[in-house]
């Protein structure tokens, strides 16, 4: 046992993409800047853990004054006791966010207290989680956000930098010419493609139909395919998943937006996608995410391999940048004049 003494909420920033990059012009009117939130815990042992929270991507402040809601709920508790710290920070958060930016919160809190406890103990974290069950998982770059020919080279040289031999670009049901000429240079590489269609940001979002004719119309025109469709429906149309995995033979997925560990089962109960994509980070933390594994691992075991790449990169991004806050003056505390928007 060792109680929590103190809770601090880390707000850092980075240069990000390109000012003309259309993510930039679309999600962060700000610049090109993207800011990483995190929850650092202070046990009495003097040691600490950090965990993220993705709210903070969008709305940095907002994940502030929650964190500050949250923290008295936690203090002088004990911090081993993960499972009901993360009941604790329910209680205060479920009736007003049982969904949505508390659930980013409470991640970020159930990720910090994982990362105390290992230290404490000398173990890392996967055998406190049970062991670890692959010494290796695959993983993709996530990019594609380009208007240009240039910024696609550039972001190739990055993935053959890293090894990396999977690439995520961004595409709509317009970008069949795009599509295209990415799948055919990064074939070139030895680099295979999958598709976000982006539709969690669309209102209204495009219909199976839509996703269907685009397919067919990139597959025309190349003998390269894409290893999977991401979010290429709205994020409430599960029934329209299921019919559009009838109708491609593109391996569909989604879920990365989805903040807790039940509608996430049961989506996968009910056959919505061939994998999904839990985001630790967004779910209540990897305790959370744990949970879909063993509701995948029942249901269909491939699941698990996929799934372990988001929560690879999501624990990876917060190893990556607390340990460069530590070291390098070029991130630093966002010097906020105003909530993003």
Not at 261 to 279: G, L, S, W
Not at 304 to 329: M, V
Request: hydrophobic letters at 40%; a negative charge.
């Amino acid at each position: 046992m060792s109680r929590i003494t103190e809770i601090r909420c880390v707000l850092l920033s980075s240069p990000y993409a390109d000012k003309d990059d259309p993510e930039i012009k679309e999600c962060f009117p700000n610049g090109p800047k993207r800011t990483i939130g995190m929850v650092e815990v202070t046990l009495e042992n003097g040691v600490t853990g950090l965990g993220e929270g993705y709210l903070a991507v969008f709305a940095p402040l907002v994940f502030k004054s929650i964190v500050e809601l949250c923290a008295p709920q936690v203090v002088g508790k004990d911090g081993f006791d993960i499972a009901r710290r993360v009941r604790d920070l329910r209680s205060l958060c479920d009736y007003w966010s049982l969904q949505g930016a508390a659930r980013h919160v409470i991640a970020a809190f159930e990720t910090a207290l994982q990362d105390a406890k290992g230290k404490s103990l000398g173990l890392p974290v996967y055998d406190l989680l049970g062991g670890a069950k692959s010494d290796k998982i695959p993983i993709y770059g996530s990019g594609g956000c380009c208007d240009a020919k240039e910024q696609f080279h550039r972001e190739f040289d990055q993935l053959a930098g890293l090894g990396i031999t999977r690439y995520k670009m961004r595409s709509v049901k317009t970008d069949i010419l795009r599509t295209v000429w990415v799948l055919e240079e990064a074939g070139k590489r030895g680099v295979r493609v999958g598709v976000d269609m982006c539709q969690n940001l669309a209102d209204p979002p495009q219909a199976v139909e839509d996703v269907v004719s685009f397919v067919e119309a990139v597959h025309a025109r190349t003998d390269q395919r894409m290893i999977f469709v991401e979010e290429a429906l709205g994020p409430d149309c599960p029934d329209e998943f299921r019919e559009l995995r009838s109708r491609i033979d593109v391996p569909v997925c989604g879920g990365e937006i989805i903040t807790t560990p039940k509608e996430m089962i049961e989506r996968i109960n009910a056959d919505v996608y061939d994998f999904v994509q839990p985001d630790s980070s967004v779910m209540g933390g990897i305790s959370a995410v744990m949970d879909v594994f063993a509701a995948a691992g029942k249901k269909r075991p491939m699941l698990l391999s996929t799934p372990g790449a988001e929560l690879l990169r999501s624990w990876q991004a917060t190893t990556r940048l607390s340990r460069q806050a530590a070291s390098s003056s070029n991130i630093r505390c966002w010097p906020f004049r105003s909530e993003p928007r």
